[in-house]
């Protein structure tokens, strides 16, 4: 005898994706709108720095160039990948061609890659993995955050990832993951029983049972230190709090259109 | 209506009173129809009358109007016989009637005439009996007369009878005058007769007219009575149960086959308010409805249901909506019962509809339940709604609807009970969730609530926790019909409930376990993979707490998440399955919820860690047969076996190489769990499995070798194997992990050989692979007996090669074998003994068992009672006698008085391996004749047992005769015991070795007395014959030497010669083997004298 999958199960997690692809199209359009506007007001900012240099209107020498630096900096990928990398960005940041002049991709565009590219549907947790790539704190991710970013979440050490996935759940950045935090990103990963007087009792207790697993210094919240010790317990818990690395199947999907594709031409 | 029938009577009517209880009886609708005339009360209140309005009213043929008959007549014929003067008393009005009596009929009393009849008895001039035969109306103006009438009438006595009454409904009054008819309200006839008695004189017969009238009233009495008696047993029918016949039989109506009916509808959709469906002046008549009924096998049916009973009525009136009322046939107590009369297929569908509602029935209290939660359910829907259309209106409002108290004590409640009732109550909740599912299809219902109403219901179930407990044995009495393995499942289901029994009190980890499973069914991902890990941090070991997941229906959750996208949770969910899965009962369950299947699946997975986890899952649940069959009809074995591919021995792993290697073994540790059953055996043969299993073989890591040993030692038990662990070249490497460091480890592998060694080529591998040292260090090792067994076991099956022996006796192992002989477990005994027993043909360890006094603790064991043991001990020690040292002292110890008893033994191994035993003993035994002969009954048991069926037997038995044969004496008293008769029946065989020892037996008791002329006269000489044409040259010997026993008489040569001896044995003769030489040329020498004799004797 087989169980079915239960229906609860089922529903929840379409649910939870959140975003269908219809709103998916609703959001490129109205970005699509604003990055019009923003792109007229950043005209100006063409000749900044290397790194924020318009792929698109990159000399080929510069262009190399780039590559090279970055291939130095990450390791992960060599130099062919990088620049299927760089492909890829350009092809990104060009699908909007009236934000041609941006310095990278904005927050929705990038979670809209987050979504429909590696399947990270929690818009918090988008957010915040939005800000991790974003190093420099301007609102877009540019090239090198790009190869940066990707080179943790598709091939980083599983030490690379614990401190990648920390930064990403400690939404304040203050180096710890406090209880307030973890309720905020917990809140909405329990089904509300009706019958429940407190519909965030469970979210509470489940915030308990994480902290109870995870502080190891008893200080009520986690620290850097408490993190890495727990996932490395339980590597289940990397993503303790929401997904936020891609998983395998879509990380090889991307890899293999992103490599494979450019290897053609 | 009344008043219609009262035109048409024609003394004008009064309405008689009701008594009480008549009255009461009528307005429950209980009588037909109300007509005021009677023989008293009774007639008219009781005896049912049509509905015809019209004409004369007409007494209906019914048990009840039967019986009020007879007792009328009855009542007639008393006051004839017993009140004489009573009965003479002429009526008012004669009682006139239309009878259907002849005029021939009538007897002497009657005047005859060509018209009529009349009575010779007369008063005042006036016949007392008048019949007019034109119109056939007869007058009777006494009851004397009535009672010769219904002399005459006979047989038509209920007929005249109900004819009169039908004519005269007020009787009474036509009898003792108007004013004594029935009155309605005060019945005050009583006081008026009084009065006229106490006038006296003016009316002489007022006397007898009041006893008249008190016998009838007595009369009237009776009557009701017994027609109230027989009402009150009537069932009557009420609106309401009409109405649920017809709801349940419309349920099961329609065109199928199956169905009780076709259609079954009311003429009128209009109900009126006190349920009935007739028009209300027929509801006076206690019409409830009609119905027009198409059943299968009749004709459409019209139907009255009435509070009578039902029957059917005439049939709707052409182009009118009206029916005809009148009622056409019997009436039934209710609907069903008239279906079941009127439509054969009705009754048949209805019995098979009514076991169905029977099985279900047997889960009484889940139908009790169901009823009850009905309420509780919608109450949740509504609550639910209630906060949806909150949340709709009010985003930011964070407080839920208040919840209903009583809810939550209930789910409290529910928890405490469920454990205990949890999996007796696990088969009715599945009847109810399929019930649910019939007749609420349209509601969906969220799992969630589900598993919450199974708790509830099973709370509510625990009144019927006995019933329930019923249904269980009677399923599981049926399920055990279904699986083969009764056995196992009846202890498991024994150990279940005992857990059912102890578990009163709950620890503080159920409430945990309970919570977290709860956040594991109501959350997503995230939340799903925080509560796996914090599951994983409960001591999953522990029994309280395996059960505990269980209990909360923690099983079927992580099951469901094995069939989600979602790796985390898959792993999460893996890992405590993997542990809880070392208890059997979670095993079961998890069985049962088909858990094997999707852990099947999930072998295919591309992630490492996953397959590694579920195979190590499905080795836990492959424990028990039921399981081990659902992974190989899964595909299991198949996808288990491709695990095995791996690259097991390289200096430098990868990463990824050393995940391929856990695979592996992971594999390994599930195909060691599956080989127990014979046909994964196969399967995992066919699967290709054995070259990488022998590939993995050569691992050095101990983890992979153990499973990987574990599996090829469970599958030696196949011929196949054991063959393929041979040519693929396994012995080397089995015997190279006899020096592993792992106890475990040597153990397989000691097993594997021990298994293996039944191959004399693998015997011989294991030598010149140098394995026999290492077993006999094993053998040294006592403290681990499963060790010892196996290791003894291997040396015991290694043994039966000389070779091996030879080198044993270097290494020294039988002085270790014999330090083994006491105080070690049965298991270790018999492979010790059997070890001996082979080692012990050789001469020099029969010297070293005698001097490291190993004789006496043999000879001990043969008092045992393990059959296995005895037959290694018997073997040991017949060994053991070969030697004449060893002899005296097995002699000593009375050794051959307890072989000689292990003959009693029904099983035939040991009696075959003591008597081969006791053929040494009695050679090598100083005065062997006389210690025989000492056994007192001991011959005859001996010779009995040539009754054997067991081949083994017989030819150990026929060795040993020849041994005692040896003796004269006691060759005498096995001739007395019939021996010779038995060989003979014995000679057809066909088996070389029973024909070897027969033939020296026979040879033996040849030698006494008139035997020779006994076996020829039984038949053995010419079967004998026939065994020179046997290959063995043993055969040829013994028979050679009893043909030359036999060739002393001559009635026996000549049936040599007749079947062609002389050839056989001439060909016999350039053997090398003297003794076949000597014994055949002796056989013919005898032959060719009896001939020269035959001639000389001729030609004189």
Redesign the interface.
Known sequence: MRTQPLPWRVSYWTASLGVTKETVALVTEEQRREGGGVGDQSGGRTGATMSRIRPLDMSRKQYQQLADTLCKLTKRFNRHEVQCLMKVFSTLVATFPEQRIAVGLDRNKFRNVLHTTFGLTDDMITDRVFRVFDRDNDSFVNMREWIEGLSIILRGTLDEKIKFCFEVFDLNGDGFISREEMFHMLKSSLIKQPTEEDPDEGVKDLVEIALKKMDYDHDNKVSYADFEKAVKVDNLLLEAFGSCLPDSKSALAFEEQAFKKNKDD | MASGLHGNRTPPRAFIPRSSCVQRLAERGLFRLQLPITMGVALTRAAQWTAAGIGVGKLEFTPLNISLLNSIIKFVEYVSSKHPQEAALVFREPLEWKSNLEISGFGADYQISKRTVVSKETVDGNPLLILDDSTSIIKVSTFSQLAKLLEIAQKEKLKETQACLEANRDPIAKILGPSFATVEGEDKSMLRLLEKVKKGDEEPEAEAQMKLFLLLQQLDMQLLNTSLQKISQEVRLNPQAIKNDVQLLQSFSGEGDLTVLRSINYTSEYEFSNGCRAPPWRQVYGDICYLIINTHDTETLYVTCNTAGVYLNGGPIKDSEDIIYDRNGDIYKDLITFLKEKSPTFAENLTLVQQNFVLQKKSTPTRKTQKAEVPTNEE?DQ??K??EYQDKNKFER?K??P??KT??IKKEETSFVHKALESSHRLSIKDEKAQLKVQDTKKII???ENVEMAAARKYKCKAAQEKAHLIQRVVSDGSEELSESSTESEEDKQDMNRQQESGTDLPSEYWQIQ??V??L???????T??????M??FNLTNETCQLAIRDVGGL??L??LL??EE??CK??SLRILKEISKNPQIRRSLA???GL??MVKILDS??KDLKCLAAETIANIAKFRRARQTVRLHGGIQRLVGLLDCVPTSAHLTAEQEKDIEVARCGALALWSCSKSKKNKDAIRKAGGIPLLACLLKSPYENMLIPVVGTLQECASEPSYRLAIRTENMVKNLVRNLSSESEELQMHCARAIFKCAEDEETRNLVRTHFGLGPLVKLVSKSDNKQLLAAATGAVWKCAISMENVERFKHLKVAETLISLLIGQPEEVLINVVGALGQLARDPVIRGAIRRSSGIGPLVNLLTGTNNALLVNVTKAVGECAVDPENMSIIESLDGVRLLWSLLKKPNPDIQASAAWALCPCIENAKEAGEMVRSFVGGLELIVNLLKSDDIEVLASVCAALAKIAMDEENLAVITDHGVVQMLSSLTYTRDDMLRQNLADAVACCCKWGNNRVAFGETGAVAPLVHYLKSKSPRVHRATAQALYQLSFDPNNCITMHENGVVKLLLNLMDSTDEALQEAAAGCIANIRRLALANEKARYK
């Open positions: 949740l609550t639910e209630f906060s964070k839920p609807p919840k209903p809810r939550d969220k799992e969630k919570k977290v709860k956040y069914k109501g959350g997503n991902q995230t939340a993979v925080i509560a796996l890990c914090s994983r941090d079927e959750v099951i469901n069939d989600t790796t985390k792993v999460g049962e919820l088909g299947q999707i591309s992630n």
